[in-house]
Structure formats: C-alpha cells, structure tokens
C-alpha cells in the first residue's frame, strides 16, 4: 500500500466527530424524497408512479453509494485523525522523498499502528453523507421536473 502525504497536509490530528450518522443521512435522504412524492400525489394520483419514484430513489442512493466506496477506496485522503492513527516515528523524518523530501509512504507510521484503522483514515474523499443527501435530492428535483415541469420554460 503506496500512499505519500506531505506533514503539511495533515494539519488536524483530532478524532472526527459527525453531527449525524451516516445511517441517519440516507434515512433521511429517503424519507423526505418520499414526503414529497407523497405530497405531488395529489396531483399524480397514480400508486405505481409513488412505487417507481421510492424505488428510484432507493436505486440513486444505492448506485451513488457503490461508487462513492469505488472513488473513495482509489482516491483516498486523509480523515483529519490520521496523525493520531498512524503515530508516526519521528527517527525517520529524515527519509523523506519527492521535493525538499517533504512526502512519506506509509512506513512511517509507527509499527503498532492498526493496519484496518490506518487505512480507514485515509478514506475521506467523497463524503458518504454528502453522496446519499445529493442522490436522494437531485432525483427528487429530476422527478418534479418530469411530472410537474417546474423547470421547464413552459410552465411560467
């Protein structure tokens, strides 16, 4: 596992702290979609496109999720605990590569560091809650356009 980071790049060694979970995100980047195709029923008036439109929005988040942990498995980025995970050892600052020796591999992390918990702080690009709250609202949008046309020139 080749990862290079430079130490001004990892600014941040508190534990992250999430103001919601990330099962609370897509909780609630399924309800309130769903309220609200509730809510265009009274001028839908059709139980199958209620059914299509939650199970769509169930397959956005779920779609934009497995590619959210593609991305965020290839690309990577460091969480801001990640000098806290990784301890590193200071007797090997000197073995820097790259320009002025400022960028590290994953050696310099200490030798007791967790193996599963290193390589979780460095998953922090894209945000999972970001990727389920856009899913869910940008399908939203698209499923008031096509059933009410409210982005269309036409219905000013």
């Known amino acids: 596992m080749e990862m290079l980071f430079t130490l001004r790049s990892l600014i941040r060694a508190e534990s992250p702290c999430s103001s919601i979970p990330i099962w609370l995100d897509a909780l609630l980047a399924i309800l309130i979609p769903t309220l609200f195709f509730f809510i265009a029923q009274i001028r839908v008036r ?59 591999d994953i050696s310099i992390c200490s030798p007791d560091a967790n193996k599963s918990h290193l390589r979780d702080a460095t998953k922090s690009f894209p945000s999972g809650h970001t990727t389920a709250a856009t899913a869910g609202y940008v399908y939203l949008s698209l499923y008031f356009n096509a059933k009410m046309k409210i982005f269309s020139v036409s219905a000013l």
Do not use: E
């Open 46 to 104: 059709s139980f199958y496109d209620l059914n299509t439109a939650f199970w769509g929005v169930i397959w956005a988040i779920a779609s934009t999720t497995l590619f959210q942990v593609f991305i965020k498995t290839l690309i990577g980025g460091f969480r801001p605990h990640f000098l806290s995970v990784c301890n590193p050892d200071l007797s090997r600052i000197g073995s820097g590569t790259g320009f002025q020796g400022i960028m590290y």
